[in-house]
C-alpha cells in the first residue's frame, strides 16, 4: 500500500545523492527512482547494471549511498547506485530489454527521417524519452492529458505509429505525443542551415528602427541574416526578393504562398515561424 511510505523522506534522500553524484532531479528521474523503490518492494526491482562500465571506479557514490540511505534494503541502494552511474555515464538506466527496443525504435526512426549525423545529444534526450515509455507501458503507468494536435503532429504520429506497427511495440497515445514533439525539435535542429536569409516585411513605419527586435533576433538566430524593408518594395521586386531570401514574412497577407503572415513584431513569434516553416519543408520533402 502507497500510504505505508514516506516518500517525502525518500525524496530528500533521493536529491541528496543525485546531487552528490552530479545529477541533474528532474521531476521524472525523481518519479523513476519512487517507482523503482516501490517496484523493489513489490517485485523485486530491476538489474540495471550495464557491462561495458566499471562500477567500481565510483565507490565514493557507493559508499554515500549506503549512509545516505542506510533506511533502505541493500537491493534498493545497489539499483540506485547503478542507476546514477550509468546516468553519469550517459548510458541507459533500464533493463537491457528495454535499451535494445529504444536503440532499435531510434534507428528505424532515423533511417525514416532521413538522418545520418544526429547531434549526440538529441540523440540521447530522444532514446531516454523512448525507453521512458517503453517503461511506462510495459508497467501501466498512464498519465492522461488532453493535448492538441497541429498538423505536423499528425504526421510524425502517423510515421511513428508505422514503425512501431512494424517492430510490432507499443506505446501509450501520451508517450507517443512526447516522442513526436522530441521528433519535431530534432528535426528543426538538424535542418537549422536551411533557412540562411529572411525578409521581414512591415506596415508599421517604426518598426524598421526597432532595435530591441534585431539585437534579440541576432543574439537567439546568429547564422540567420534578417532583414527587415517596408512592404511595398516587395510588391516592386517580387521575383528578385523570392530568389533572395529562403523565407519572408510579412503583417500584411499577401497572395504569395512564399509569405507567411506575421501577427506580431516579437521575436519570439518570428523564431516560431522560421522552425515551423523548416518544419513543414522537411515534411514535404519526406513526403509526410
Known sequence: VLAEY??????EKLYLVLKKGGVSSTN??????????????????????????????????????????????EDYQNQLFTFVVNIKNNLSFFEKNIGNKGNLLVSK???????????????????????I???????????????PIGKSDEKLLSLLDNILKELGFKLFFHDKIS??????????EHNKDMVK???????????SDDYYLKNNLKVKAPDINFHIEPGFLYKLNTTIYNRKYNLILSDESYIY???KLLNS???LNILNLVDNHILEEVLKSLNL
Do not use: A
Open 265 to 267: 513584431y516579437n521575436y
Open 197 to 207: 536569409d529572411v525578409l521581414l516585411l512591415f506596415n508599421e513605419v517604426t518598426i
Open 28 to 73: 521524472f528521474i525523481i518519479s523513476f527512482l519512487s517507482t523503482l523503490f516501490v517496484l523493489n518492494k513489490t517485485l523485486g526491482g530491476f538489474d540495471l547494471k550495464v557491462s561495458t562500465l566499471n562500477y567500481n571506479d565510483y565507490n565514493d557514490l557507493r559508499s554515500f549511498i549506503s549512509k545516505t540511505m542506510n533506511d533502505y534494503d
Open 257 to 259: 504562398q512564399n509569405v
Open 6 to 11: 514516506d516518500f517525502m523522506k525518500l525524496f
Open 133 to 147: 515509455s517503453f517503461f511506462k507501458y510495459e508497467n501501466q503507468i498512464l498519465k492522461v492529458k488532453n493535448i
Open 109 to 131: 526512426i532515423k533511417k525514416r527521417l532521413n538522418i545520418t549525423n544526429l547531434n549526440s545529444n538529441l540523440e540521447t534526450i530522444l532514446l531516454r524519452k523512448i525507453c
Open 179 to 188: 516522442i513526436v514533439s522530441i521528433l519535431k525539435k530534432i528535426m528543426i
